[in-house]
């Protein structure tokens, strides 16, 4: 049975590290510069102020999915509060089962509706484009961001 919720990010850490390296494998770039290394004290300190939002996608329990955002006024339309997505994502034996990312994104909506949220902006990788789906949930493309490796 699929379930969508939202829990407390520290709390699901031990089940989340295994997706995230997953995540990390399939959709960072420059890995042979970055290892992954989340800064977990921040989405703690984030989520105790109110401003994260974790939402997961279980299946009988087991994580297979969630979605990261960070709520917070925008900081040049102070009186507009937005969700900026930092993450998301459905392991991949779980893709395609009944539409598992179009119903967390639905269920994220929900989510930030009742937390009065007003904007909601969110990405996806070129190179595992997820527009459709942004698209399928009434989102309009606004702009595009470059990246370049500038480190030693």
């Not at 089940?15 to 990390?24: S, T």
Request: proline residues 4%.
């Amino acid at each position: 049975m699929i379930t969508i919720q939202r829990e407390i990010f520290m709390r699901t850490l031990g089940e989340l590290k295994p997706i995230l390296d997953l995540h990390y494998e399939e959709l960072a770039l420059n890995k042979d510069k970055v290892p992954l290394d989340p800064c977990y004290e921040l989405y703690d300190f984030q989520e105790s102020a109110g401003k994260l939002l974790f939402v997961t996608v279980r299946d009988d329990g087991e994580l297979v999915g969630y979605f990261i955002g960070f709520v917070q006024p925008g900081l040049h339309y102070r009186t507009c509060l937005t969700c900026v997505m930092d993450i998301f994502f459905i392991k991949p034996g779980a893709r395609g089962a009944g539409m598992l990312g179009l119903k967390l994104f639905r269920a994220v909506e929900v989510h930030l509706k009742e937390m009065g949220v007003q904007r909601w902006v969110m990405g996806s990788k070129k190179h595992r484009d997820a527009s459709a789906l942004f698209e399928r949930i009434g989102a309009e493309p606004i702009e595009t961001t470059f990246s370049k490796w500038i480190g030693e």
